[in-house]
């Protein structure tokens, strides 16, 4: 059956009206991959143990926080940096407090700056993993253990960074269900 010239031209709008559609969802997930990857935009890796090989060579550590405009919470590293040994595991905390008198929900991003090393920074346990809801004036040290992939070293562009900067900013998210139920009871209860 051949189509006619009307028929042809819609078949062929309606296939990349679907291609465009396929590419623009299939995106987000590519391009997430292509961070974790290669690094890029800081992104780091994660892993379940630490490295097998520590080297003699050491590398400085910066740990920088934010916030959000107008998240409630005040946020900052306990330590400003460290060294540690190329392939050693690093325990670093972040402090959290909630001054307001509600329970407030954050999520992390993060980032490792220079881009080069975000494909060597690897996370094994990270708060910003999940997200944190601190009751008020609650106060918390968060942990972040990482290590530096000893690939580096040998690395094109890797080789010749000597100070990562790891960097947290926290922002507002609406409160977990089982929360906000809880909050939303206690509201009720005292009006």
């Known amino acids: 059956m051949a189509l006619d010239g009307k028929n042809k031209t819609l078949a062929q709008t309606v296939s990349v009206v679907v291609l465009m559609g396929a590419l623009a969802w299939a995106s987000v997930p590519f391009y997430d991959w292509f961070c974790r990857v290669t690094g890029f935009g800081g992104v780091t890796n994660t892993a379940q143990t630490g490295s097998d090989v520590i080297l003699d060579q050491t590398i400085k550590i910066r740990f920088d926080a934010s916030i959000e405009r107008d998240f409630p919470w005040t946020f900052t590293p306990m330590q400003r940096e460290m060294e540690v040994r190329i392939g050693e595991t690093g325990l670093a905390f972040y402090e959290a407090y909630n001054p307001t008198d509600r329970p407030v929900a954050g999520s ?25 809801v601190l009751q008020p004036g609650e106060r918390v040290q968060m942990p972040v253990t990482f290590f530096v992939d000893p690939e580096i070293v040998t690395d094109r562009e890797g080789q010749y960074v000597h100070t990562i900067t790891l960097g947290y900013t926290f922002y507002e998210i609406d409160l977990p269900e089982a929360q906000a139920s809880l909050e939303a009871g206690t509201k009720t209860n005292l009006n």
């Open 108 to 132: 992390a991003a993060y980032n490792v700056t220079p881009y080069e090393a975000g494909g060597f920074f690897t996370k094994i346990d990270c708060f910003c993993f999940e997200e944190q």
